[in-house]
């Protein structure tokens, strides 16, 4: 299972800037995203956002998420930030993480 964070930069006609979205798709599914106008973000912030919100995600299957196949329309151009080849346990785990976190939460209460 591939992970990936990219930069997608592309021009905004109506309001003359440039955009840029942020994505952390797995295997080619966009998981999350965000938006910045005007400036392009420092790479390690971009990687520590995204990274966190993963976390916060309560929906972890894949088949529940669309492809993300922008890389052919012209005028958008990508920056692979950060890519790695993780295993396919990481959607349980995190599962295991929330499901432990929210038992903690009603034992709390």
Excluded: W
Excluded at 68 to 74: A, C, E, L, R
């Amino acid at each position: 299972m591939k992970l990936q964070i990219a930069e997608y930069k592309s021009f905004d006609q109506v309001n003359m800037c440039d955009r840029y979205r942020y994505t952390l798709e797995l295997d080619g599914r966009l998981m999350l995203q965000f938006e910045s106008m005007n400036v392009s973000l420092p790479d390690d912030y971009v990687t520590k956002k995204l990274m966190s919100s993963l976390r916060l995600l309560t929906d972890l299957d894949l088949e529940h998420y669309r492809r993300f196949n922008i890389d052919k329309i012209p005028g958008i151009s990508k920056k692979v930030i950060f890519e790695q080849e993780v295993s396919d346990h990481i959607l349980k785990d995190l599962k295991i993480q929330k499901r432990i976190e929210d038992l903690k939460k009603d034992f709390d209460e």
